[in-house]
């Protein structure tokens, strides 16, 4: 994806935080509640306890807090885009500086990949909003996305999809058909793909593992 796209959906999200200041609104989410249950199937990927775990697309760093609440000892890296959302999280969150970076995986320095290197890299909601961007251009930015995170982890990725057959849709959103994901991950990324719809909403949680 483009620089110029890559700074509408930055310009998005950190209107939102102009406008919303914290809490799940400031990173586009409705509720705690929805939030939270987004962050437990991410993390359903494997035991994260004693792991290290990337947090692309990471805000306000909400998943280190969901974590710390859950008592799961991890070792927590969040990486963003946006330069407003990593130091409102440096301030907010008992994080150590060091390990949240205004950083985009598509442009890493070889010595920064080896430090964001984590067992399992996640993102919630960050192929969600398209904003204005066609849906051609973002899907091309999803598999790139998704090749970089793969890239990025030892053990596997995590990361959710709005479902394509739901009773409305919005034109800011971005809907994947599981067929074309399915093919692409099976021919690009990994066979060992689990996708879950176990939970009441209008998506679904894809699991990517290497052997």
Known sequence: MKNKNINIIKDY???????????PKAVNWRNKKTQNLRFKKICEI????????????????????????????????????????????????????????CEDILNLKNDLKKKLQSDYVVNSGLFTVKHTISSK??????????LNMFRLSKKGISFNLMRPNVDYKENHLHYQSTDILLDFLHKKVSKDVIIKFDYPLWEYTCFVYKK
């Open 13 to 23: 999200y950190e209107k939102n935080l102009i406008k919303h200041k914290k809490g």
């Open 137 to 146: 251009d973002w899907w091309v930015f999803i598999q790139k996305m998704i």
């Open 46 to 101: 494997g035991n994260l306890n004693n792991k290290k775990i990337l947090d692309v697309g990471c805000g306000l760093s909400h998943l280190h807090d969901y974590l710390l609440k859950k008592k799961i000892k991890c070792k927590y890296i969040g990486i963003d885009i946006s330069s407003e959302m990593i130091s409102l999280a440096k301030k907010k969150s008992k994080i150590n500086n060091s390990k949240l970076y």
